[in-house]
Nanobody, 128 residues
Framework: QVQLVESGGGLVQAGESLRLSCAASGRTSASYHMGWFRQAPGKEREFVAA????????YYADSVKDRFTIVRDNVKNTVDLQMNSLKPEDTAVYYC?????????????????????WGQGTQVTVSS
């Protein structure tokens, strides 16, 4: 069993940056494929970014590519999402998730159903 807790959300202006952190308890986050998803008001939850367990491959949604970076900190046992050049359309509740599968790839990492554990989410609000 693993528990995930997100932190770092808040209110920022367009163009500013935020860093979200996902802390894993129970087992090291390095044991899992990790993903970030988000859900804006009135919209379905969508994929943002993922990092694969062993190879460290990273994947991003087109809407955040070149602005967001997912990184794994094995010392702190966290998976962080560095968000730069934020836009009002980035406003959402951000969730981290863990996939315990042995294998993942660019296709699977984007699928919510692939993930076994989810955090409670952290609110990110970007004002224009």
């Amino acid at each position: 069993q693993v528990q995930l807790v997100e932190s770092g959300g808040g209110l920022v202006q367009a163009g500013e940056s935020l860093r979200l952190s996902c802390a894993a308890s129970g087992r090291t986050s390095a044991s899992y494929h990790m993903g970030w998803f988000r859900q804006a008001p009135g919209k379905e939850r969508e994929f943002v970014a993922a990092i694969i367990r062993s190879a460290g491959n990273t994947y991003y949604a087109d809407s955040v590519k070149d602005r967001f970076t997912i990184v794994r900190d094995n010392v702190k046992n966290t998976v962080d999402l560095q968000m730069n050049s934020l836009k009002p359309e980035d406003t959402a509740v951000y969730y981290c998730a863990a996939d315990v599968s042995i294998y993942s790839n660019a296709y699977l990492a984007r699928k919510q159903a692939q993930y076994d554990y989810w955090g409670q989410g952290t609110q990110v609000t970007v004002s224009s």
